[in-house]
Each structure stands twice: as structure tokens, then as C-alpha cells.
């Protein structure tokens, strides 16, 4: 089985302040990790994702995300918020080796940047 | 525009009254899921689907249908709503079930009540 816990259901952070929302996983192999966000009104994005290699992983909108094998962790990061970035959050796995249900997400997390 | 769009995006109803939720792709995917979104719980998969004529049960299939006919439509079939079905529902797809990118494209959500 696999699970994803998102501990914080909301993060406030003032603008141009650092950010980290926060993710820890559960799966009986290699993990697959993803982070998604959810804009009002709108479906999820894709926003980043780990497979293999480098620990610190890239994505859109100047968001990274630090995987830690030992701590099963996943947090999404960013140097600097915008009120922009305000958004529903979600962290999702998948074990490397195929799976047709694909994803599970975690319950998201709200972020609120405040200016 | 590659896109995943669902019809309706709103949608109120009463008990026991059959209804439809289309989605549509337009990008040649396999794969497509369908999704609830409840407060706290996140992103749970109802159905999914791994190609024509291939459907399977996800986490919380109770009270729904879908079919796959056609590549590019994914319809879930509520035969006989029930409140406990009033929630957020999101179409999504990806290239491949299994590949290693993962990324799925997700609709902008219907949001179902059922009185």
C-alpha cells in the first residue's frame, strides 16, 4: 500500500518570504513523487516531480522540491513567495514499478501568501 | 489546445435522478481516471481506464459507472445519486498508464450536488 501525509492543512507566509509545504510518503518500493497545485476554480497542475537522481528536483513557477529517502519526505519549496503562489497544494506517489491506479494524493495543503 | 474538458461544470440535482458527466480529451491519450475531491481526504480515484473497452474499479468505485468507447471519452454514470456523492469531480489523463513521466492532465472539475 502507499500513502502520502500532508501534516499542515494551511501555510501562511508573508511575501518574499521563504516557503515550505510539507510532505511525507509511505510505499513498499521506489517512489515516484509529485507535487500538483490547484488554483480556484480550476483543475489540478502539474508542478514538479522526483523519479531518480538528483535529490533537489525543479519545476514551474520557481518551486523545487527536496526529496529524503531516510526521512521519506518530499517538501515543496520557495525562495521567495508571491500572493500569486496562493493556491491548494497537493503531494502525491506512485511506486516506481507500474501501477494502473497511478497516484495517490495526500489531503493538500492551503497556502496563503499574504502581502 | 491540448485539454481535458468536462461537461457540466456545475451541476445540482436530487436523489435517484440518473445523470452523466462527460469528459473528453483531445491529446490521444490512453489513459484516463476520474476522480472526487472531498475536503481533507483529497484526491480519491473512482475509475480509471487504460484504454478503449478497459475500465477498473479505483479506491471508491460504490455508486458509479463509466465507459470507454471511444479513445478520447471517458463519461461517469451516476445511475441513482445520493448525498453522500455530492462532491468535486475531475476528469484526468496522461499518454501512458504506466510510462515513467507520470503527469496526468486533469479537467477543471464538476462540482456535483445531490439534495
Known amino acids: 500500500a502507499q500513502s502520502v501525509a500532508q501534516p499542515e492543512d494551511q501555510v501562511n507566509v508573508a511575501e518574499g518570504n521563504p516557503l515550505t509545504v510539507k510532505c511525507t510518503y509511505s510505499v513498499s518500493g521506489n517512489p515516484y513523487l509529485f507535487w500538483y497545485v490547484q488554483y480556484p476554480n480550476r483543475g489540478l497542475q502539474f508542478l514538479l516531480k522526483?523519479?531518480?537522481?538528483?535529490?533537489l528536483v525543479k519545476g514551474s513557477y520557481g518551486f523545487e522540491a527536496e526529496f529524503n529517502k531516510s526521512q521519506t519526505s518530499f517538501h515543496l519549496k520557495k525562495p521567495s513567495a508571491l500572493v500569486s503562489d496562493s493556491a491548494l497544494y497537493f503531494c502525491a506517489v506512485r511506486l516506481l514499478e507500474g501501477s494502473a491506479r497511478q497516484l495517490t494524493f495526500g489531503s493538500g495543503t492551503q497556502l496563503t501568501v499574504l502581502p | 489546445e491540448a485539454q481535458v474538458t468536462q461537461n457540466p461544470r456545475y451541476l445540482i440535482t436530487v436523489t435517484g435522478k440518473k445523470l452523466t458527466v462527460t469528459c473528453s480529451q483531445n491529446?490521444?491519450?490512453?489513459?484516463m481516471s476520474w476522480y472526487r475531491q472531498d475536503p481533507g481526504l483529497g484526491l480519491r480515484q473512482i475509475y480509471y481506464s487504460m484504454n478503449v473497452e478497459v475500465t477498473d474499479k479505483g479506491d471508491v468505485p460504490e455508486g458509479y459507472k463509466v465507459s470507454r468507447k471511444e479513445k478520447r471519452n471517458f463519461p461517469l454514470i451516476l445511475e441513482s445519486p445520493s448525498p453522500n456523492q455530492t462532491s468535486l469531480y475531475f476528469c484526468?489523463?496522461?499518454?501512458?498508464?504506466?510510462?515513467?513521466?507520470?503527469?496526468?492532465?486533469f479537467g477543471p472539475g464538476t462540482r456535483l450536488t445531490v439534495l
Open positions: 491529446m490521444n491519450h490512453e489513459y
Open positions: 522526483y523519479i531518480t537522481g538528483d535529490n
Open positions: 484526468a489523463s496522461s499518454l501512458v498508464a504506466s510510462s515513467t513521466r507520470g503527469e496526468q492532465f
